[in-house]
């Protein structure tokens, strides 16, 4: 029997998604070598990010390809700017990285791009995502009025519903999709992000504290 597609999305973009996930941007931020402004300049970019990729989501909620996963209460950008009122970050400025990568999704004209990013953006805020709330609470007492980009509630128990998500990962054939076009553009969501980690790299490295 084949291996499903979406254990193969996920093998075959590990290397690039463990680099990113260990830019030192965020390995200080979660590791409490920072503080909540900086916190408060990655909200800033996904501010920019999320609110496209949501308006490219409905754009394409009725193709074939995309409906499967069209979920409005997977959207953040509402919550994301209440979070960023309560942490006075409104007036950050966006990073260059946060700007291209809002460029590119803008342009994106083929469902199975727009799976990926969502795939990228919205797995990764129920999985490894989710220590990001708990962890900017304990490291930079955050109250939980601006970590509301992390709660998920309305869907429910997070695990069953990753289950489901990616059983439609291994659908996506079966609706006339691309399944190599999707792990394409998965790669460059993931060299995207990595770009923007790189400028708040140089953003914060200033910031650092050393951890007790």
Request: net charge negative; hydrophobic share 45%; proline share 3%.
């Amino acid at each position: 029997m084949s291996e499903p597609f979406s254990a193969r999305l996920k093998a075959g973009t590990a290397t690039i998604h463990d680099e990113v996930e260990h830019t030192t941007f965020m390995v200080d931020l979660m590791e409490g070598r920072l503080d909540s402004s900086a916190y408060a300049l990655l909200l800033k970019q996904y501010d920019v990010i999320y609110g496209v990729l949501e308006s490219k989501s409905r754009e394409f909620a009725d193709n074939a390809v995309f409906t499967p996963f069209f979920d409005a209460d997977l959207f953040r950008a509402e919550r994301i700017a209440a979070d960023l009122a309560a942490l006075d970050g409104v007036e950050l400025p966006v990073m260059p990285g946060a700007s291209a990568y809002a460029a590119h999704l803008q342009g994106l004209d083929r469902a199975e791009q727009v799976i990926a990013h969502h795939y990228t953006r919205y797995l990764g805020d129920l999985s490894g995502g989710q220590a990001i709330g708990t962890l900017m609470g304990r490291h930079y007492g955050l109250p939980a009025t601006s970590l509301t980009m992390w709660d998920f509630a309305e869907i429910g128990k997070t695990k069953p519903y990753k289950d489901v998500y990616r059983s439609r990962l291994d659908q996506v054939a079966a609706t006339g999709g691309d399944e190599q076009m999707v792990i394409d553009e998965t790669m460059e969501a993931f060299r995207l992000n990595g770009a923007l980690l790189v400028d708040l790299t140089e953003a914060t490295e200033l910031r650092t504290v050393p951890v007790a």
